[in-house]
């Protein structure tokens, strides 16, 4: 495998500098941190060391330094005027380096040779849970269940050094991403598709597949699939999915622990589940106000009721970003491209022009602006995937392009066990007596 010895050739003298900077420079002071930060979920306190990407409050994300507009222009697509294919961002992350066709074709073939061989007690465990349970249920049990599979368990009780931890680590990677799309199409054939489940094809890219085995094959679609695994795949490293994968992944959890500890965190409402309640909440103003194309003073009425109930409006607001998440606006640009005049699109935007308003009115919320969950279900529902509760899936799917990076690079770097301080109220009492 080539990108591994690329992987040594670039990690190396990083991993050296890291231990430098621990070595000579340990004692340097780095940053303020008030007690409002503790108490407040620790915004804006570095604690984390991240490459794959990095989120500018104003600008949104950059992967590797480059912006969602420039990687469209930059990594290769299937078609001049489609999306970029993800395969080429987890490369782009992985190496630093913005890959070749070639080096994206590559990627794509190892991960459909390595979805084959998931094991029948993953389909077993799957097939035990209620088929009502939410797919996020079966989709986190589905991964601890395949971590049978983890080469890292094996080779740590063989015995290996601990500057080879990372090889383990990217072999169960590379399995568990591959795999994740069958597993993904699996639970939602298996819920709202009577379980006739419908085979991979291997000639498919991989988020081309994932469409394909949901049962939704057009062309556009694919193409949407491609877009949304490329820009759900990584947020820096303290947003909860990343920050949890990499937390367990510091007691050297294998993959599979580790990003189940992830996932666990995107199926909360403020994070990852946004996204189907997103729809939950659309849905209800509509049913509320009685009409399938509510007006914006409606609009207005309805998300001041739900700021007035203590309820968060879901799609807007964000920890670290202060504009219009560029991955809300990218996916509008699609819609626009593809199905302008679509209901739901229609409503996305009227809810646009509305609830920034009605949210900085409330004179507390820090970003009033969409986030990326705003516009995805209303996409996805627009070409027909109008199933809710599979997007936080779909989402989680793509997010293992990032977080996963991220552990491999952690081991590559050889950080140690995570280990916070932490206090008691009367210690912070005792700050400011
Ligand atoms: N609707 C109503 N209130 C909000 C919203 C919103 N969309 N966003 C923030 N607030 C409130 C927040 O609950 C807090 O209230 P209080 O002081 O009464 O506890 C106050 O505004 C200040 O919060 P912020 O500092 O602006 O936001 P914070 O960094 O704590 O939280 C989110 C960030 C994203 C959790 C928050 O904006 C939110 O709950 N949004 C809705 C859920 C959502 O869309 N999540 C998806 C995020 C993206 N993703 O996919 O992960
Ligand atoms: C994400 O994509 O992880 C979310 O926008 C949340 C975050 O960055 O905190």
């Known amino acids: 495998d080539y990108i591994k010895q690329k992987l040594i050739d ?10 430098e900077l621990v070595k000579e420079h340990g004692d340097k002071v780095i940053q303020e941190v008030t007690m409002g930060q503790v108490l407040t979920g620790m915004k804006g306190v570095v604690g984390l060391m991240t490459c794959t990407s990095k989120l500018d409050p104003e600008e949104g994300i950059r992967f590797r330094g480059y912006s969602i507009p420039e990687l469209k222009e930059k990594l290769p697509k299937m078609h001049d005027d489609g999306e970029p294919l993800p395969e080429g961002v987890f490369y782009l992350m992985l190496t630093g380096e913005i890959p070749s066709d070639d080096d994206v074709k590559y990627i794509s073939e190892q991960w459909a040779l390595r979805a084959q061989g998931i094991p029948t007690h993953v389909y077993d465990v799957i097939e035990a849970l209620p088929k009502d349970a939410h797919p996020m249920i079966q989709f986190n049990t589905a991964i601890l269940a395949m971590s049978t599979e983890s080469q890292f368990r094996k080779a740590y009780l063989v015995g290996m050094d601990k500057k080879d931890y990372w090889d383990p680590t990217y072999e169960g ?3 568990l991403i591959a795999r994740l799309p069958i597993i993904a199409a699996y639970i939602y054939r298996r819920v709202f598709h009577q379980g006739r489940h419908i085979q991979a094809d291997p000639s498919l890219d991989w988020a081309g597949n994932l469409a394909h085995m949901m049962g939704h094959d057009s062309e556009e679609l694919r193409r949407l699939m491609r877009l949304y695994m490329l820009i759900h795949s990584d947020h820096e490293g303290g947003n909860v999915s990343a920050h949890a994968t990499h937390l367990v992944g510091s007691a050297l959890s294998n993959p599979y622990y580790s990003f189940a500890a992830g996932m666990n965190g995107l199926a909360g409402p403020l994070h990852g589940m946004a996204n189907q309640d997103v729809m ?12 399938e194309d509510p007006s914006e003073e409606q609009i207005k009425a309805y998300a001041e009721d739900t700021i007035r109930k203590g309820r968060v409006i879901p799609g807007y607001g964000h920890a670290v970003l202060r504009k219009t998440d560029p991955r809300f606006q990218v996916q509008l640009d699609f819609a626009n491209k593809y199905i302008p005049d679509a209901p739901y699109i229609k409503l996305v935007n009227r809810i646009y022009n509305v609830v920034p308003g009605v949210l900085t009115a409330t ?6 602006w969409p ?19 599979i997007y936080t899936v779909l989402f989680g799917v793509s997010r293992a ?3 996963l990076t991220q552990l491999i ?3 590559l770097y050889g950080l140690p066990i995570e280990r916070p301080k932490s206090q008691n109220l009367q210690w912070f009492i005792d700050q400011v007596d």
């Open 409 to 411: 690079w952690d081991r």
């Open 173 to 175: 990677v590379m399995d």
């Open 401 to 403: 392009l990032g977080v």
């Open 280 to 291: 939950h909440w659309l849905n209800k103003l509509k049913r509320e106000i009685g009409s």
């Open 10 to 19: 670039v990690a190396i003298p990083k991993a050296n500098k890291v231990r």
């Open 363 to 368: 004179g507390k919320v820090k970003n009033p």
């Open 371 to 389: 986030n990326v969950d705003a516009i995805s279900g209303s996409l996805l529902t627009s070409y027909g995937i109008a199933e809710y509760p």
